[in-house]
């Protein structure tokens, strides 16, 4: 049985940090590329970043490059996303899944509220 769940969002002001987490499946987790993707409130889900298997880090988005780090524990089949310096803009639902995403492998996701 897939299972992604995520954790770790909140209400933050400006400027602040969150690390969000990812607990995922083993069967799923092992073998694919993860991604964080996130949904702004009337705007379409989109990749943040991806990292594969040994770690390597991808696709980060323009509008999060130098203040998110994604990072992943093959040992604890967790994903996470350390967000550092965020703005009102990143307010978002934050989700995992692996890349390309499937669709019934969707969470429900970590709100993140950036406002101060």
């Known amino acids: 049985q897939v299972q992604l769940v995520e954790s770790g969002g909140g209400l933050v002001q400006p400027g602040g940090s969150l690390n969000l987490s990812c607990a995922a499946s083993r069967n799923i987790f092992r073998i694919n590329t993860m991604g964080w993707y996130r949904q702004a409130p009337g705007k379409q889900r989109e990749l943040v970043a991806s990292i594969d298997t040994k770690n390597v880090a991808a696709n980060i988005a323009d509008s999060v490059k130098g203040r998110f780090t994604i990072s992943r524990d093959n040992a604890k089949n967790t994903l996470y996303l350390q967000m550092n310096n965020l703005k009102p803009e990143d307010t978002a639902v934050y989700y995992c899944?692996?890349?390309?995403?499937?669709?019934?492998?969707w969470g429900q996701g970590t709100k993140v509220t950036v406002s101060s």
């Open positions: 899944n692996i890349l390309p995403p499937l669709q019934n492998y």
